[in-house]
């Protein structure tokens, strides 16, 4: 389940899931047999009112410069030279060794977290102009639909990088996908002494969910970042934020580690992360998880949610951050090439063989492998259109979200066996991980 803290006049979402049967071979005639199922469904809940990005990896460097008044050349010029002044804007620091307390750490970080408010203009089915439901949500039902484009504000959190202006940020605070608002139309951030600042996206990766800020301002106070490598289970941690918007900015939550290199998904996209039962909610997205030391260690981004079937029990306290040490690295690509680099790629298009298909198609479950780009690593190591694949590295996938989750556990240039069916007989193949190929978007 997505947590956002939208302000919207209607919101009206569809989802249309489907198998398609054009590359599947005939349809087996046989009898249908009733399936039954357990239900346990776990939602990893994306805790900001800007929205999760579809994780395309999309990425955007601004040009400073008028293309009109500025030849080409040197623009090109200037941009790189700011990508080279701007690496390492984070830097990862040993801990002094001495303890602080709770209210000393907030005074130190409080100076250097902001609050970030996004605007989206989403365009969506809506209906005939009616509306009712708690709040103005409601199910419309499918009779005069008609689309319709309004606004959405969402709010999240974010960090001081240095004393110029640069901020970092979840990418789902300035990307929006769950609803289809994209890249946000403005950004504007919430300094702690109230001070609103305009910001300009500098870049931003959907996969690793970073995104990168500036705002014209100098003598700001920069976070001071920590070793996440170092953090040991059980360490007290604090986290600050801005839950359920700016009325109440600077909530500090407090708890500890509960887990190291949590291997996550989260959307599609597997993410190796830290637990931490200090209360994350809508709107801290972007904010710091801080140790002892008063270093940041993570920037918080995710929470996990989960009703059973039965008995309505819950699931509380199990928030998750993304290390401080990825995140400076992340940064520094976003900055020096535009893109986070050493991204995994197969080089297939896929389908799901769910339960239901498979006994209409007698095809094992598993993920259908409907074409191989030329000259991928799957085309390389032989695989081809029709194949099942069922497992990577020995683990089973039945699903194209599994297996992705399993391919970005590694990255480009790794290489991993693949598990496969075809014409009914299991094959196994080491495939040599490609690099995603991703350009740098500019303005204009």
Request: include cysteine; charge should be negative.
């Amino acid at each position: 389940m997505n947590e956002y803290n939208y302000d919207v006049e209607e919101i009206r979402e569809e989802n249309a899931n489907g198998f398609s049967t054009d590359s599947l071979p005939p349809k087996k005639p046989k009898k249908h047999t009733a399936l039954k199922a357990a239900a346990f469904v776990l939602a990893m809940g994306i805790v900001s009112a800007g929205s999760i990005g579809i994780y395309s990896g999309v990425t955007r460097l601004t040009q400073k410069a008028d293309a009109q008044q500025v030849a080409e050349v040197q623009d090109t010029a200037e941009e790189n030279a700011l990508r080279l002044e701007t690496v390492g804007l984070i830097k990862n620091e040993k801990n002094s060794g001495k303890e602080l307390a709770t209210e000393d750490i907030v005074d130190k970080l409080l100076p250097s977290v902001v609050g970030i408010e996004s605007k989206f203009n989403i365009t969506s089915q809506g209906s005939n102009g009616f509306t009712f439901g708690f709040g103005g949500f409601g199910d419309f039902g499918d009779f005069g639909k008609q689309p319709s484009t309004y606004s959405a504000t969402g709010t999240g959190t974010g960090v001081i990088i240095t004393d110029n202006g640069y901020i970092v940020t979840n990418a789902h605070v300035i990307y929006d996908s769950e609803n289809g608002g994209g890249e946000a139309e403005s950004v504007s951030v919430l300094l702690d002494d109230e001070t609103s600042y305009d910001a300009e996206i500098i870049g931003y990766d959907t996969d690793c969910d970073i995104a990168v800020l500036k705002i014209k301002a100098e003598g700001l106070t920069a976070a001071e970042f920590g070793d996440s490598d170092s953090l040991r289970l059980g360490e007290s941690v604090i986290a600050i934020g801005n839950p359920l918007g700016f009325d109440l900015m600077d909530t500090v939550t407090g708890g500890m580690i509960s887990g190291l290199n949590r291997n996550m998904t989260i959307n599609d996209k597997a993410m190796t992360l830290i637990q931490t039962d200090a209360a994350i909610n809508n709107g801290n997205s972007g904010g710091p998880l801080i140790n002892k030391y008063g270093q940041v260690i993570g920037i918080n981004s995710s929470k996990l949610s989960s009703n059973y079937s039965m008995g309505g029990a819950s699931i509380e306290g199990i928030g998750f951050a993304i290390p401080s040490n990825s995140v400076s690295s992340i940064v520094d690509d976003i900055m020096e090439f535009g893109y986070v680099t050493g991204k995994p790629q197969l080089g297939i298009s896929c389908q799901d063989v769910t339960e239901t298909v498979s006994q209409m198609y007698d095809l094992p479950v598993g993920v259908y492998v409907t074409s191989v780009a030329e000259g991928s690593a799957a085309e390389k190591a032989g695989l081809e259109k029709g194949d099942i694949i069922t497992a990577v590295e020995g683990k089973t996938v039945k699903t194209s979200e599994e297996l992705n989750a399993q391919k970005n556990l590694h990255s480009a240039g790794d290489e991993i066996e693949l598990t496969y069916i075809r014409k009914g007989e299991e094959k196994k193949v080491k495939v040599t991980l490609d690099e995603v190929e991703q350009k740098q978007a500019k303005n204009g």
